[in-house]
């Protein structure tokens, strides 16, 4: 069994890792993409993160289906404040036919890739994404949809969806709505998840809040203190950025490869080794909830609980040589990292 992490002050406990379902759209097959959520099952896995405008909308239902017999036994996250557009909607139903076009054209991919931060995100975000705001009615529309969705009678964390202080309106009413859910059981907690920076303001506009999910990077500065509004965290990231620039970092010298796996008593040429260091760093820096991951291959759901059981050790010579590597790939310079 994994180790299981507490959310501060919501009563919901669930495993140390989880995986989030936005990256599972990059693979064509429907097929494909049950394969890694039984794999995430089958390894512990009970915490699993989506969103309305994930996989074009196609992530919820999709979710929905794996959890019937399951959901008494995992913790669910969804959100509220950006939605597909119709367009989006109809790309979603032939999702096997478009991706399998991007594949064949990575440069259109890339785009799109940029695109699906959201609304906010350019001409190709805005005809993909749109955002009714955050309030009641939002809020209230965004919640009956995902429960029809995802089959459910409640949802265990409900997040406001990347939100800016501009676009919360009528706060007071929609803290009271998803207080009142709450006390319904039909949410089991609720919180925002967004941009570390604007996290802090978003929550005081919101008089409180009991999660905040946020990106967490080795490669980024960790949060100040009292940057981080609650005790009760979320984080998402520690592969996205960190792994292709460590990797691209050691690929640049047969020497350095050598001398940094010395250093880590592991072979970091393994494409398991930096995966399982950089997500059991992540695991020590948040204690406060889950580590969410992603992967489009059932058979690296294993180094995700295998990081996790490791978290629960001391690793102080590890970290220890995590931190001097990222200060080498940062004092590299551009070319030995990835551009952005």
Known sequence: MLPTRDLPATGVVTTAVGLGCAGLFHLPQRSARRAVLDAAYDAGIRHFDAAPMYGLGRAEPELGAFLKRRRADVTVTTKFGIDPTPLARAVGLCQGPVRAFLARRP????????????????LAGRLLYT????????????????????????????????????????APELVDYLNEQRRLGRIRCWGVTGQLAQLAGVVQSLGGSAVAQF??????LPPADGQIPTEAGITFGALAQALPALRQFLAGSAADLEAWSMRFGTDLADQASLPRVLLSAALRRNTGG???FSTTRPERVKVAAEAAARATEPQDAEAAALSELVAAVGA????????A
């Open 131 to 170: 955002t009714p705001g955050y309030h009641k009615q939002s809020a209230q529309a965004g919640l009956e949809r995902s429960l029809r969705l995802l089959g459910t009678d409640y949802i265990d964390v409900f997040l406001l969806h990347d939100p800016v202080g501009s676009l919360i309106t009528g």
């Open 215 to 220: 990106r967490d990077d080795v490669f980024e």
């Open 107 to 122: 440069s259109v991919g890339e785009g799109l890739k940029v695109a699906a931060e959201g609304p906010r995100s350019g």
């Open 332 to 339: 590299a310079g551009p070319e030995r990292t990835p551009t």
């Open 290 to 292: 889950p580590v969410l």
